[in-house]
């Protein structure tokens, strides 16, 4: 895998990264201070931008400040303008970019903010688009999942789940079935929920097997309403079918050396997806469970990962270490040229 850009953020350890859609030259970063584990947080706005010899300037050109930790970080695809975050503090918040006054950093406040849970929010997501366009989950280490709805006076819990057994790390809703809904926990289990009865405490409809290892992260497929994956705390990535549950499609032993922390589908390539772990690394997969590239940018815990809305081989993935790095990675039978027009 190949460095395009780097970028530092200031004293602060990155949790989170993704790009805002369909835009590949602004990104929103999150980062901690004291590793998220007390104090404060920054989410940057990051701009990235290159010439016509691919000579690129990644730098910061917003900032906002927040009184607890922030732990995830998600752009709504509907309006451009909001990013939902999941807090240490047990608040989820509703951002506006750019902000309605230009005002200092350290004096903006996010347009909403609701805090339900009764500890920290570890996974955040709005409903993909197309469906209930400002519904979203959050969910906690208090073992519940929320699902809200954001409207014109603000946010209103319309459920609360009691998900798990354990700390749940994961939330992540189907692209294409609405009102289906996947967690993974600390109790080492997965998870679906229905949320279509979204006025009930629905139980799940599906609880697997326990592992031997917490389950930290999870995505769906953007192609294929039924394959997703999971990423484990012991270093596994399970390949799943939804239709069948009893065993993996395909289990990748020992995919990372510790644990994995993020875990992205492809929006471009139906058969790839990307992993960033303790182990500092990121790592390119297929289907088949077969590494397609990697990458050590990292000299701490790489965090947070997203790839390019509109260039295939490209991803930016964030760590501990402060770095955001923008890459270039190989896919057989795809080359730079047809991927940068």
């Known amino acids: 895998m190949r460095q395009l850009s780097l970028l530092y953020t200031a004293n602060q350890q990155c949790y989170g990264v ?11 970063c999150i980062s901690c201070d004291k590793f998220g584990i007390s104090g404060s947080a920054s989410m940057y706005i990051i701009q990235h931008s290159e010439n016509s010899v691919l000579e690129s300037k990644f730098q910061i050109i917003d900032s906002f400040r927040f009184g607890a930790t922030l732990f995830d970080i998600d752009w709504s695809s509907i309006d451009h303008h909001l990013i939902l975050t999941g807090n240490g503090d047990g608040s989820i918040a509703i951002w506006k970019w750019p902000p309605v006054n230009n005002i200092n950093p350290y004096d903006r406040k996010p347009i909403y903010v609701s805090k339900e849970h009764k500890k920290e929010v570890y996974s955040v997501q709005w409903e993909p688009s197309g469906m209930r366009s400002y519904h979203l989950l959050s969910a906690s280490w208090d073992k519940t999942i929320k699902i809200w709805n954001l ?8 459920v609360s789940l009691d ?25 080492k289990t997965f998870r679906f929920w229905d949320v279509n009865k979204i006025n009930t405490r629905s139980p799940p409809i599906f609880v697997s097997k326990p592992n031997s290892s917490d389950i930290l992260c999870a995505d769906w497929s953007a192609f294929d309403q039924n394959i997703f994956t999971l990423g484990y705390a012991s270093g596994l990535i399970e390949i799943r079918d939804y239709r069948n549950m009893k065993e ?7 995919a990372h050396d510790y644990a994995i922390k993020k875990i992205k589908f492809s929006p471009h390539i139906p058969d790839l997806f990307a992993s960033v772990s303790y182990d500092m690394t990121t790592k390119i997969w297929n289907l088949k469970g077969q590494l397609i590239d990697e990458s050590k940018n990292h000299s701490e815990f790489a965090y947070g990962i997203d790839f390019d809305p509109l260039i295939p ?3 930016v993935d964030c760590g501990w270490d402060r770095k955001v790095v923008i890459s270039e990675f190989q896919v057989p039978g795809l080359s730079s040229r047809n991927v940068l027009i």
């Open 18 to 28: 993704q790009y805002a859609p369909n835009n590949n030259s602004i990104l929103a």
């Open 151 to 158: 409207n014109n006076t603000g946010l209103t819990c319309l």
């Open 248 to 254: 993996p499609v395909h289990s990748i032993q020992m």
């Open 313 to 315: 081989n490209r991803l």
């Open 163 to 187: 998900a798990h057994d354990g700390m749940v790390y994961s939330g992540a809703w189907n692209p294409k079935m609405t009102g289906l809904l996947l967690s993974g926990s600390a109790d």
